[in-house]
Each structure stands twice: as structure tokens, then as C-alpha cells.
């Protein structure tokens, strides 16, 4: 028998491994390929971009494991926590576990979603090597976050504090979402929204500041995260055009969805604005700026200038996204910090040089500044006496102002069943009213905080329920993790100065 070549082997070891059943019609069998109006004319032309088996897979993965278990070990050994330049970046990173983890998590879920439900050998192989990237990545996470529970506060709970904190419910609604669209929806909504738009934006800046404070741990779970990214783009990408291909009548379908998934996408990553800007003392680049070199530069004009062959436009609301980044961190900042007391993370007072660097950096960031410097004489100042009304779309707080008026309030409301809903922006609107039925069950946590779903004493209750002490809110400087953070680093001699 003949060699095989290098292609001729890929397709003996990934190709011809489909189930073609014999006593159960393909509908049958795959009842959700046809529901979304995708027309299909020859599946078998699609290929995986990378062409990768799987004993490389296993390959290259394992040496990723290997390094980066190389550096963690190496950071805890040398106690690299104390070795930041200020703890207050670990409350960033408290507000990073209980995001991201379940979300990469939840990622995984979908992958397997996707490849159980699109009867396509080339996606099926790669969305079964995703899914195990992103239950590599929830292992990482959670290894880094168990290491950080023994000195910081706030993520010894993390089943708690994933499954009950309000603001997860922000990363539950789009993997939920995505989970209860058809295969192939569910496809662009991770592999354009989450990877292909802004998953650059979510690990390189965020990564690149943990280096810059020296957090050299956290750092590296984004490097190794990152690696795997390459593929998941590549994936999105040759799926979106082949669908283009395919067919002309799966244009508008496809519009439809990258429209909806662009903002739920921009929305789920709101709160990576915030940490760019504001937790790391050192920032190596602005949200503003990263935006415009991941969004604006790689997709609107990159991505998009290469679709318009056929026929898809710029999303709907990409527009607004534009409009307000010089506005989306600090609002963002600003609603967190009203609502500190029912967070995992503490807030804290800016520094002098933080207020240097943001009115460098931003125009617009006088409009933000006397409402920040307020924590300076009273640290709950701003602190609001409840739970938030959340948008019934993206469940981020329904406070965002408008970016052409900014004294105004950007909330919409629609009508559905003779009921009122809200949500934060045109562009949440516009999902809503597309599928109110998906949106009008969501759980709002004001509402279960004055029906006494928290029980008598709702505050305790709250506590509880999200796994969290009162201990563990308020503000950074004067807790005592930041205290404790200090002691270690006498203990370790890094409070000396040299002359």
C-alpha cells in the first residue's frame, strides 16, 4: 500500500468518520439543520483551516499545559502576589474570574452544541477540538483563581459566586442565547461575536497590563489562552464564507445574525472596557485605543471591506459602538461602583496619576470625573441603596447615557404581551424586539430583591446567596486584603528603599 501524503493522511485520520443512519431519516436525526433557513448545497467542500489531527492537537496542546504550568508554579513558589505593584489589580482580576471562567465553560458547551448538530465533518472535528480548548481554559482559569483564594477575598466561593452574582448574569445571557439558537446561528455567535470581534480585545490588553504590574501568573493564562484563539478565528471565518458561498438566499439570514451577535458581543465585553482602564496602576493601552486597532482596524476595515462581495454590510449598530468609546469604560466603572456592595470586588480611589493618565487619554473623561472623585472623602458616596433594573436583552444595568446626548439616559422600552420591557440601547432593542418571546423570562434581580426573594433581612440574604461577606465589598485601599497584601510585603523585605 501506497504512503500516504500529508492531505491524504488528514483526510484518512478526520474525513469519512460520519454516521449515515440506515433506519432513521436525516431529519430525524439532525431535525435543527433545515429550521434556520441555511441552504446547503455541498457540505463536503468545507475544510478546517488549520487541517490539524488530532495527535498533533494533543501535541502542541500539551506543550502549551507544560509551559504555562512552568510559570505558575515559578510565580507562586517566589510569592509573585506580593511582588505587584499595587494589589488593587486583583480586584480586576476577582471581576475577571467571575466572568470569564463560566463563560469559557459555558463556550465549550455550545462547541459541542454545534458539532453535535451540523452534520459537517471538517466543523464537527474542529468544534470537537474547541470544545476541549475551552474546558482547557476553565481548568486554567480555575487552577489560577484557587491559587488567589488563598490570599485575596472574593473568589473562595466561586460555584456560588458564578451561579448567583448578579453580573454574571450578563455572560448567562449570551452563551444561553446562543445555546437556544439553531446550529449555525450559534456558530457566528461564537466563532464571529466572542472569537473572530473581540476576543483580541478580551485576553491581549488585559494580559499585556498583568505584565506591565507584574503579575507574571495571570499574564501567562493569557498568553496560553490566546494561543488557541488562532483557530477558533479561522474556524468562524471559513464558516461564515462558506455559508456566503453557498447560497445568496443565506445572505440575509447571516446579516441578521451578525447584526444581533455584534452587539451582544460588544455588550458581554463591557466590562473588559472598565478593566483595561481602570484596575492596572501601569496601562499599556487604553480601551479606546485597543478598540480601535482590534474592532475598528482588524474587523469594520479588514473583515467587513472583504465581505462586501457579498453583499454584507457593516453591523447595525457598529456605528453606535464607535460613538461611544470614549465613553463605555467610565460608565461603565460608574454603574460597578454604585453597586459594589453586591460584588466580589472592591472599588477603589483613583490616584492622582490615574487621573493624569484618563484625561490623557480621554477627552471626555471630565464628564466622569467629579462623580469619581467623590470616593475620595466617602468610599460609598455613590453607592446605591439597591439592586440595579437591568436591560431584559444583555442584563447589564439600563444606565448607559446616550453617546450623542450624554446627559441622557440611552434606555428603551418595548411592548410585548401588554407588558413593558426595558433595555439599555438601540441596539438591545432591536434584538428584543426580534425575538421578545426569548428575552421576557430573564430573572432581574431587583425584582427578586423587593418581592423578598432574598428573605427578610435582604441584604444578609444577598450575602448568602451570592457566597460573599460584607467583609469582602467596599472599597480596596482600606480593606484588609490590602492590608494583609502590605504585611506580606514587609514579611518579604519589598517595602525597603536603596539609596
Known sequence: ??????????????????????????????PLIEKEGIILKDPSRWEDPFRMAYNQYVKIQSEKDGIYHAVRNAFEA???????????????????????????????RLMAYIGRNIPIEAIRFATFNQAIDELRHAQI???????????IDGLHNIPATSQNLWLNTVVKSFFDDALSAGPFEALMAISFAFEYVFTNILFLPFASSAGA?????????????????????????????????????????????????????????????????????????????????????????????????????LPKFAGDSIKE???YSHTVFRILDQYKMANPYRSFKLQEDDYEW????????????????????????????GMPAVCSVCQLPAEFPNPDSPLELWTQYSEHNG????????????????????????WWPAEAYLSGEFGEDPIAG????????????????????????????RHLGLDKKFF
Open 1 to 30: 500500500m501506497a504512503k500516504l501524503g500529508t492531505k491524504e493522511k488528514y483526510h484518512a485520520m478526520t474525513r469519512d468518520l460520519m454516521w449515515e443512519p440506515k433506519h432513521f431519516d436525516m431529519e430525524k436525526v439532525y
Open 78 to 108: 517566589n510569592d509573585g502576589h506580593a511582588k505587584v505593584i499595587d494589589s488593587r489589580w486583583y480586584e480586576g482580576v476577582k471581576i475577571f474570574a467571575v466572568n470569564v471562567q463560566p463563560g469559557e465553560y459555558q463556550a465549550h
Open 141 to 151: 482559569e480555575l487552577k489560577h483563581y484557587a491559587h488567589m483564594s488563598k490570599q
Open 213 to 313: 504590574v507584574g503579575d507574571d501568573n495571570f499574564a501567562a493564562v493569557g498568553k496560553t489562552v490566546q494561543s488557541d484563539e488562532s483557530r477558533h478565528m479561522a474556524l468562524g471565518m471559513s464558516a461564515l464564507k462558506m455559508l456566503l458561498e453557498e447560497d445568496e438566499r443565506n445572505v440575509p439570514i447571516i446579516q441578521g445574525w451578525l447584526d444581533k451577535w455584534y452587539w451582544r458581543g460588544y455588550r458581554l465585553f463591557s466590562v473588559i472596557a472598565m478593566l483595561v482602564d481602570y484596575y492596572p496602576r501601569i496601562r499599556p493601552i487604553s480601551w479606546k485605543k485597543a478598540f480601535e486597532t482590534y474592532v475598528e482596524e482588524q474587523v469594520f476595515n479588514g473583515l467587513f471591506k472583504d465581505l462586501r462581495k457579498y453583499g454584507i454590510t
Open 325 to 327: 468609546k470614549e465613553y
Open 358 to 385: 484618563l484625561n490623557n487619554e480621554y477627552s471626555k473623561f471630565s464628564h466622569f470625573e467629579p462623580f469619581i472623585r467623590r470616593n475620595e472623602e466617602n468610599v460609598f458616596a455613590n453607592s446605591s441603596p
Open 419 to 442: 407588558k413593558t420591557y426595558m433595555t439599555c440601547s438601540p441596539g438591545c432593542k432591536h434584538v428584543f424586539d426580534h425575538e421578545p418571546d426569548k428575552y421576557t423570562q430573564i
Open 462 to 489: 444577598m450575602f448568602k446567596y451570592t457566597g460573599l461577606s460584607p467583609e469582602e465589598t467596599g472599597e480596596h485601599y482600606s480593606s484588609r486584603e490590602h492590608a494583609h497584601w502590605l504585611e506580606h510585603r
